[in-house]
């Protein structure tokens, strides 16, 4: 039985169980907390590791056409590598939105791509 199910969102923000032995916590700027994530750590300010290293990765995004230009040369190159394949890539399925997503762009993109999903129970 999943914790939120077993328990109320005020039991579970009281308990020190749930927290890792802390009191709840809740990001200043995401919806994380000590509840979901129990290795979650904060700075004075009330923000979570992950939006510093969200700000940090973020640096390395490329928008725009030379973000497009950068695409264009990865499944350039993943073509290359499966042209004597059965497949160019392959792709870890959820089944969420974000993976299926992925799935679908892929597709777009024309490449041949082997979907795997693990069902480790959660289904």
């Not at 939120?4 to 579970?12: G, W």
């Not at 032995?21 to 979650?40: K, M, N, W, Y």
């Not at 750590?41 to 950068?70: I, P």
Request: charged share 25%; with cysteine.
């Amino acid at each position: 039985m999943n914790i939120r199910q077993k328990y109320s969102e005020e039991e579970l923000r009281g308990s020190q169980m749930a927290n890792a032995g802390r009191l709840f916590q809740q990001c200043a700027v995401s919806v994380l907390d000590t509840i979901s994530h129990p290795e979650i750590r904060f700075n004075e300010d009330g923000v979570s590791q992950y939006v510093a290293l969200y700000d940090e990765q973020s640096k390395h995004l490329r928008l725009g056409s030379e973000g497009k230009r950068a695409v264009e040369e990865c499944v350039k190159e993943m073509k290359a590598y499966g042209a004597k394949r059965k497949y160019d890539c392959l792709l870890g399925i959820s089944g969420g939105v974000d993976s299926t997503y992925l799935a679908l762009v892929a597709k777009r993109l024309g490449l041949r791509v082997l979907c795997v999903h693990f069902d480790n129970g959660w289904n």
